[in-house]
């Protein structure tokens, strides 16, 4: 009998493109989510330039519209929280995860996630919001299509 080596372990990559003008400021240009066994990477691209903060809507299958939701800022941009829907909404203050990781350049961020973080999920997806914190909210793409886990 043949033996197969078992298929290498790989990300599933989704890369979801925004059209430029979309809005004034803080255009998202690219969403990039790279979903691993045990971390999520996300990249996030303006057209312009980088925003005071980022919100990464996170989804799960079954739930509500999203479960989670990822904090960057660009006042501290290592320093990542997470936080459940329950916890957004009451307006609460501590993060269900605190991580530490993240980079920003000019007009791209990027950062990663441990899965833990979200429960482990099978599949997720994803959207992005970009926000200032002279004029607030500024773009929300659309949601990305469900992303496998590696």
């Known amino acids: 009998m043949l033996a197969l080596p078992a298929p290498a372990a ?29 971390r999520v990477r ?20 079954g739930g509500k519209s999203w479960e989670y939701v990822v904090l960057w800022s660009v006042y501290s941009p290592r320093a990542l929280g997470v936080m459940t829907r329950k916890q957004w909404a009451s307006g609460g203050s501590r993060f269900k995860c605190d991580v530490r990781s993240g980079h920003e350049t000019r007009k791209n961020v990027t950062f990663s996630i441990p899965t833990r973080c979200f429960k482990h999920p099978k599949k997720l997806r994803v959207t992005a919001r ?15 299509r469900w992303i496998h886990r590696a």
């Open 130 to 144: 970009s926000e200032d914190d002279e004029f607030g909210y500024k773009h929300r793409p659309h949601w990305t």
């Open 10 to 38: 790989h990300a599933e990559r989704l890369d979801q493109h925004d059209p430029k003008g979309d809005v004034r400021s803080y255009d998202i240009a690219k969403v990039v989510v790279k979903h691993r066994a045990q």
């Open 42 to 61: 996300f990249e996030i691209d303006a057209y312009d330039s980088t925003p005071d903060d980022y919100h990464v809507f996170v989804d799960r299958p």
